[in-house]
């Protein structure tokens, strides 16, 4: 089967840097990706990492350890707007190439 | 221009009654997605399609089916409605082609299912 693990929640204040950190134990992985989600809203994709390594996108980074099993997710200059949960997902070989998403990671920024 | 569309957004219905909740895509995308999301935020896949496979989590109980009437929909029809099944309920779509699949889904704006 498949796991996964983040923090429930994150604080932090506008303008900082926030990392959220995703653990995950799966017998056929083969990326790791990363949404967010507002209150009310569809989960919005972020990023993947196939590879190990950092991928960066504007304000929002995502790296990923195979050998670890770990990956995160880091959003610096943390705005108002980036309240929201963040997802991060398996896509897992041995279940049809599918996505088994994390818990979820409550992000609230401070002002 | 909506991506992933989905019908109704919200869907209040008694116990025991029979729903079914519509998805389109206009991406063109070959593979279709449904998940269900529980009151703790807990996202959960359900079912994905293609023109060739379903791979269908084996958690879900059989009053659960999807129908695809063609490629770019992919609609849930759930039986004898419980309790338990209230919830939101997300359809996506992605570009899986020739096994190099492209990892960003698209997600529907979801509906939001309450029985009563």
């Known amino acids: 089967g498949q796991s996964l693990e983040q923090p429930s929640e994150v604080t932090a204040v506008e303008g900082a840097i926030v990392q959220i950190n995703c653990t995950y134990q799966t017998s056929g992985f083969y990326g790791l990706s990363w949404y967010q989600q507002h209150d009310g809203g569809a989960p919005t994709f972020l990023s993947y990492?196939?590879?190990?390594g950092l991928e960066e996108t504007g304000r929002f980074s995502s790296f990923l350890s195979r050998s670890d099993s770990y990956g995160y997710l880091l959003l610096q200059e943390l705005q108002m707007k980036d309240s929201a949960s963040y997802f991060c997902?398996?896509?897992?070989?041995?279940?049809?190439?599918?996505?088994?998403f994390g818990p979820g990671t409550r992000l609230s920024v401070l002002p | 221009d909506t991506a992933v569309s989905q019908t109704p957004k919200y869907l209040v219905t008694q116990m025991g009654n029979d729903k079914s909740i519509k998805c389109e895509q206009n991406?063109?995308?070959?593979?279709m997605y449904w998940y269900k999301q529980d009151s703790k935020k807990f996202l959960k896949i359900m079912f994905s399609y293609n023109n060739k496979e379903l791979i269908i989590n084996e958690t879900v109980p059989n009053r659960f089916s999807p129908k695809s009437p063609d490629k770019a929909h992919l609609n849930l029809h759930i039986n004898s409605l419980e309790l338990g099944d209230s919830a939101v309920y997300f359809c996506?779509?992605?570009?899986?082609?020739?096994?190099?699949?492209?990892?960003?889904?698209?997600f529907g704006p979801g509906t939001r299912l309450t029985v009563l």
């Open positions: 990492n196939g590879l190990d």
């Open positions: 997902a398996v896509r897992d070989k041995s279940y049809g190439q599918n996505f088994v």
């Open positions: 996506a779509s992605s570009q899986v082609d020739r096994g190099r699949s492209y990892n960003e889904q698209f």
């Open positions: 991406l063109g995308h070959d593979t």
